[in-house]
C-alpha cells in the first residue's frame, strides 16, 4: 500500500512528531511505500490563488500527484480551536482541487478520489475525560466537517481516527503507551471499518 502522510506542527520535537516518526517506521516496517509532506519544513503555501480558483493547478501539482498515486491519506496533526492548524486546512483547499478531488457531478460515493482512504490522526490538549464531560467537546463530532465534509465528499473512505489525549499532561510511561497503541492502530489498518454517516 502506498501512503502519504501530511503533517502539520511547527514544533521538531512535538508530540505530533513522535507520532509521525512512528508512523512513518511502521508502515515501512510492515511493507508499505511512505511518502511524507511536512508541511512546516515544506514552507507550504496555504493560501489558494485565484488561478488555482479557476484551474490552474500548475504550483501544486507535486502534491496532487502525491495524493494521486496514494492507496491511503494519513493526516497528522494537533487539533487547535476544534479544526486542523491553517497550513493543512490550506493544503486542503490547494490540493483537494476543483476537478480533482470533486466536481459538480461527483462527491460521495461517486467522489473522485474513490477507491482511496483516509485517516485522522490527531492530538488534543486535554485528557480524555474532559472530552466525555459534554456532548459539544465529543471528538467524533468535533472532526465530523472534516470526515464527512472533506474526505467523504471526495469519495474517500474514511478510517477511524487516532486520539493522543492531553500529550503534554503524560508522563514518560504514557507517552511510551500512547506511541504503542498508535503502532496497534497501524497495524489493524487492513481491517479497520470505513465510518458510516447517516
Not at 2 to 8: D, M, N
Not at 130 to 150: C, K, N, S, T, W
Not at 152 to 160: D, H, M, Q, S
Not at 179 to 184: D, I, M, N, P, V
Amino acid at each position: 500500500m502506498k501512503v502519504l502522510i501530511v503533517y502539520a506542527h511547527p514544533n521538531p520535537n512535538s508530540f505530533n512528531a513522535a507520532l509521525r516518526d512512528l508512523a512513518v517506521q511502521a508502515l515501512s516496517q510492515a511493507g508499505h511505500s511512505v511518502l511524507l509532506s511536512d508541511l512546516y519544513d515544506m514552507r507550504f503555501n496555504p493560501v489558494l490563488s485565484v488561478q488555482e480558483l479557476q484551474g490552474n493547478l500548475q504550483d501544486i501539482q507535486p502534491e496532487i500527484e502525491k495524493v494521486r498515486r496514494a492507496d491511503l491519506l494519513l493526516f497528522q496533526f494537533p487539533d487547535w480551536w476544534y479544526g486542523m492548524p491553517a497550513i493543512m486546512k490550506g493544503w486542503i483547499d490547494r490540493v483537494f482541487a476543483f476537478g480533482f478531488a470533486y466536481d459538480n457531478e461527483h462527491s460521495f460515493e461517486n467522489g473522485l478520489l474513490r477507491g482511496k482512504k483516509a485517516m485522522l490522526s490527531v492530538t488534543v490538549g486535554a485528557r480524555e475525560d474532559y472530552f466525555r464531560q459534554a456532548p459539544q467537546r465529543d471528538l467524533m463530532r468535533v472532526l465530523e466537517p472534516i470526515h464527512y465534509g472533506v474526505l467523504a465528499y471526495c469519495g474517500l473512505e474514511v478510517l477511524p481516527p487516532f486520539i493522543a489525549y492531553g500529550p503534554t499532561e503524560m508522563n514518560e510511561a504514557e507517552r511510551k503507551a500512547t506511541l504503542e497503541a498508535f503502532r496497534e492502530h497501524l497495524k489493524k489498518l487492513p481491517e479497520l471499518r470505513p465510518l458510516r454517516f447517516s
